[in-house]
């Protein structure tokens, strides 16, 4: 009798029918889920794939014949962080799900500051009737860093409400109507930026990325009185100790915060306090798990029918 093949899981998602729900993609397999106790101490080796969110340390020396490692999101600083690393393919997921999601947040994020939610949410408290200076979405420039998958995605569906969209990436993009600007044209990007919308991946270069230095750099006299910021690529590019000088100094106008450079964030961040700023808990775009497990198996049938996988990172850029 052959050995059914075997699937590594080590998934940090916390939803108990993770495994059931994968069982369906996965029928010719044995599905190994690390999170489970009864797996501690099993033995890895032999074992050809590999869907993780941050990995244990110690998975790739327990694991020493992946062929193929799949990312349970669309990030891979998890991953690209994990001590021993094996040089095979790297797989990230991208998903139509996932990317719709993400522009959801941040249509809503540009919203909320736009149309001043966050002092009308402060004067219902107070029972306060007073109406805020509200310019139209087209008298306000949308700066979106990173092109990509999501960023790209984002600033279609943020032209679409009406807002001037620009765009700022490492390579040059040409997209019809929206003015780009690539890794050279960052100051005028952001003299231009009347909100700044990050989905830029972590990688070496943009750590801390988000700081003073490009804080001070955004459109000081747009129609919002001051920039705002919008994060939901990764805490580690912004640096906290900058971001909360510019909310509370009037440098910033307010922000909305999806990840952040600990998550959860501690209790004693002083980011919680702030009234101008939405914080959620790095909720912007989930895996949804069956469409994650459908893109794995759709991959793994690929690779073993010799055709060339998808989404896969390159090394050396970090994404
Ligand atoms: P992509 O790889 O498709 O796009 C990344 C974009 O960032 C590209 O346009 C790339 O430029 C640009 N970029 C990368 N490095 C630099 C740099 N140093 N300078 C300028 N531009 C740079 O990624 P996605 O759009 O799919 O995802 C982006 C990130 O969003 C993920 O890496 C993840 O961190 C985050 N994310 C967050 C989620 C959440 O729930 N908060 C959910 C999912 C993802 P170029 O086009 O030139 O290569
Ligand atoms: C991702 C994330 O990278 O959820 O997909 O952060």
Not at 159 to 168: A, E, H, S, T
Not at 191 to 218: H, R, S, W
Not at 258 to 286: C, G, K, M, R, Y
Request: net charge negative; aromatic share 8%.
């Amino acid at each position: 009798m052959t050995r059914a093949r075997r699937i590594i899981i080590d998934l940090k998602f916390d939803r108990p029918d993770l495994v059931a729900g994968m069982q369906p993609y996965f029928p010719d397999f044995d599905i190994i889920d690390l999170a489970d106790k009864a797996q501690v101490g099993r033995d890895l080796t032999g074992i050809d794939y590999a869907i993780v969110w941050k990995p244990d340390a110690d998975l790739f020396t327990r694991a020493q014949d992946l062929k193929v490692l799949f990312s349970g999101g669309a990030g891979v600083d998890h991953v690209m962080a994990v001590p021993g690393l094996p040089d095979i393919p790297l797989v990230r997921f991208v998903d139509r799900n996932l990317t719709t999601r993400m522009s959801e947040w941040v249509v809503l994020q540009c919203l909320i500051h736009l149309r001043r939610v966050l002092p009308y949410l402060d004067q219902q408290k107070k029972r306060h009737w007073h109406e805020f200076i509200q310019p139209e979405a087209a008298e306000v420039t949308v700066g979106v860093m990173g092109l990509g998958v999501l960023g790209l995605d984002a600033a279609t569906k943020l032209k679409g409400l009406g807002f001037n969209v620009i765009g700022w990436s490492r390579t040059k993009k040409h997209i019809d109507g929206m003015e780009t600007f690539d890794a050279a044209g960052l100051d005028a990007f952001l003299g231009k930026t009347d909100i700044l919308v990050g989905l830029l991946p972590l990688t070496p270069e943009t750590t801390g990325f988000y700081n003073k230095t490009l804080f001070a750099k955004l459109k000081k006299d747009g129609p919002l009185g001051s920039p705002f910021f919008i994060n939901a690529g990764r805490g580690k590019s912004q640096n906290e100790d900058d971001l909360l000088a510019a909310l509370t100094d009037g440098t910033l106008g307010g922000a909305s915060l999806d990840v952040f450079a600990v998550e959860p964030l501690p209790q004693a961040s002083p980011l919680w306090a702030l009234d101008n700023v939405v914080i959620t808990p790095h909720a912007a775009a989930p895996s949804e798990p069956s469409a994650l497990f459908a893109h794995v198996r759709r991959e793994i049938d690929r690779y073993e029918a010799g055709e060339t996988l998808q989404f896969t990172i390159n090394r050396t850029t970090g994404y």
